[in-house]
């Protein structure tokens, strides 16, 4: 286990599991398409390293098949155990530090780690360890959402502006962090080259939905996004009018609820980069 939090506070006890069953919900359609994208072979072997609440291990496994192999590692202990609750019978799931995971080097054929590289101290060692896990031309994909700024009001660029910034205000100040810590999701080809990675390349997913919402869209947005991401947190960061106007757009009791609003146009990026050992 590592000795001290993550950047983003991270250790064993953390919990954010009922967050990450929303959004793999909520982004399956792309996620899926982007797995469908690394052109996995049958029978290959996959690294999910901050696996989560282990939905991704399912379709991992759809894509090498019966004679493949998947293992999942999360520091934390709910979201591990979360994982061994979703996961296909065959996978592996191990509660541990991704940097010291307990598996042979050259043993893999891709790593795939979604929205955590972002959450260490170091990436590019980071990277450089998980890729010493690789066969040779063995592959890691880097996985990050909102590499470009979130949409969440098309019709209110101000608004959008203002809460975002709140948000990344808000997190500086809860975890101590600069705006240039925040930033460095942006830098995912820097970190595969800096890991002496090869053949690095990336390309954007566009996760996008307009009103009417399904029901998974609208779980994810309502309880992930506003309730859990912006909420009270943000108050002492907008103004008493701001703050009220987002209060009504994200109250599913009010009129203006912004879900049920038929202009409502949703738009986040998935941005991928991958690089071969």
Request: charged content about 20%; proline content about 5%.
């Amino acid at each position: 286990m590592s000795a001290s939090p993550g950047l983003l506070g991270d250790t064993a006890a953390r919990d954010y599991s009922h967050k990450l069953h929303l959004f793999n919900a909520f982004a399956e359609p792309e996620l899926r398409r982007v797995i469908a994208s690394l052109d996995l072979k049958p029978g290959a072997r996959v690294l999910d390293a901050g696996c989560g609440t282990g939905e991704v291990l399912r379709w991992l496994s759809d894509e090498v098949g019966p004679d493949g192999a998947i293992v999942g590692i999360d520091l934390a202990t709910a979201h591990a155990a979360a994982a061994r609750a979703s996961a296909p019978a065959t996978a592996l799931v191990l509660q541990a530090d991704l940097l010291k995971a307990p598996l042979r080097s050259e043993s893999l054929d891709l790593i795939w780690c979604m929205n955590t590289i972002n959450h260490l101290h170091d990436p590019v060692a980071g990277a450089r360890q998980l890729a010493s896990l690789l066969r040779p031309s063995g592959r890691i994909a880097l996985c990050q959402s909102s590499v470009l700024p979130d949409m969440y009001f098309a019709w209110d660029a101000r608004l959008e502006r203002l809460v975002n910034e709140a948000v990344r205000q808000y997190y500086r100040d809860r975890y101590g962090v600069s705006e240039r810590d925040l930033a460095a999701i942006r830098s995912l080809v820097g970190v595969l080259r800096q890991a002496q990675l090869h053949h690095v390349s990336a390309q954007t997913f566009v996760i996008e939905r307009v009103s009417p919402l399904g029901a998974a869209d609208e779980a994810y947005l309502t309880e992930a996004i506003f309730r859990n991401t912006w909420g009270a947190r943000l108050q002492p960061y907008l103004s008493s009018d701001d703050y009220d106007e987002l209060t009504r757009l994200c109250d599913p009791q009010h009129p203006q609820f912004a879900l049920r609003r038929p202009d409502f146009h949703f738009v986040q990026t998935f941005t991928v980069v991958v690089g071969e050992r």
